[in-house]
C-alpha cells in the first residue's frame, strides 16, 4: 500500500497564477483533509470531506476551494495565489470509526513569488 | 477555545540520553491525544496514541507518552535517543466530532554525537 500520496512535491507560482494539488488514499478511508503547515504553528486543517460527496471549511479555508473527486481523491485548488499561501501542504485520511487517527502524506512544499 | 501547548520549541539531547517532550491541551471533552514525528522534508508519521484506558502507552520506535487528566498534559518519552530521533514531533489532539485535529506549534530535537 502507498498510503496517501500527493503530488506535486514542490511548485512555485506566481501571485495570481491558479493551481491544483492532488491528493489519493488507497487505505479505503471515508474521510479526507488538507492542511497548511507554518513555521512554528503546526499544521491547521483548511478543508476536510467527512465522507464522499461532502466538504467542509476548516480554520482557515480562505482562497482554497476542495473537490471530493471519489472516495480515493481529494484535490485542493487556489484559484489565485498570494504570497501568504506559500507553505507546506499535507493530505491525509482516516477511517469514519476513528476520525481523529490521520494518516498523511509527504506533503507538497508550495512557493508564491 | 481548545489548545494544544508544546512549551519547548527546541531541545538538545546526547545521543544515549533521555528525552522528555512535553504536551499540554485544553479541551472541555474527553481528548484524543496523538504524538506525530516528522523527518525533515518528510510527512507527518503517527508515533502513538491515546484513546482510553491504560494511561501509559507505547508507540513505535521506543517511545511512549503517559496521559495525565489531572494536569491535562500528554508527554513523550524515550529512554535512550538514537541520532535518527533527530525530527520534529507534533503533539495533537482531538475531541467531540468535529473532525478538527489541533496540532502544537512542535518541538524540534537535535541529538548530538
Known amino acids: 500500500n502507498a498510503g496517501v500520496t500527493q503530488t506535486p512535491k514542490f511548485q512555485v507560482l506566481k501571485t495570481g497564477q491558479s493551481m491544483t494539488l492532488q491528493c489519493a488514499q488507497d487505505m479505503n478511508h471515508n474521510s479526507m483533509y488538507w492542511y497548511r503547515q507554518d513555521p512554528g504553528m503546526g499544521l491547521r486543517l483548511i478543508y476536510y470531506s467527512a465522507s464522499e460527496g461532502t466538504t467542509d471549511k476548516g480554520e482557515v479555508p480562505n482562497g482554497y476551494n476542495v473537490s471530493r473527486l471519489n472516495k480515493r481523491e481529494f484535490s485542493l485548488r487556489l484559484e489565485s495565489a498570494a504570497p501568504s499561501q506559500t507553505s507546506v501542504y499535507f493530505c491525509?485520511?482516516?477511517?469514519?470509526?476513528?476520525?481523529?487517527?490521520?494518516?498523511f502524506g509527504p506533503g507538497t512544499r508550495l512557493t508564491v513569488t | 477555545a481548545q489548545s494544544v501547548t508544546q512549551p519547548d520549541i527546541h531541545i538538545t539531547v546526547s545521543e544515549g540520553a533521555s528525552l522528555e517532550l512535553r504536551c499540554n491541551y485544553s479541551y472541555g471533552a474527553t481528548p484524543y491525544l496523538f504524538w506525530y514525528v516528522q523527518s525533515p522534508g518528510q510527512g507527518l508519521q503517527l508515533l502513538l496514541k491515546?484513546?482510553?484506558?491504560?494511561?501509559l502507552v507505547q508507540g513505535i520506535k521506543g517511545f511512549e507518552a503517559e496521559f495525565k487528566r489531572s494536569q491535562s498534559s500528554f508527554n513523550l518519552r524515550k529512554p535512550s535517543v538514537h541520532w535518527s530521533d533527530a525530527a520534529e514531533y507534533f503533539c495533537a489532539v482531538g475531541a467531540g466530532i468535529d473532525y478538527k485535529l489541533s496540532f502544537g506549534a512542535g518541538t524540534t530535537v537535535t541529538v548530538r554525537a
Open positions: 491525509a485520511s482516516s477511517d469514519s470509526e476513528m476520525i481523529y487517527e490521520q494518516y
Open positions: 491515546y484513546f482510553s484506558g491504560d494511561t
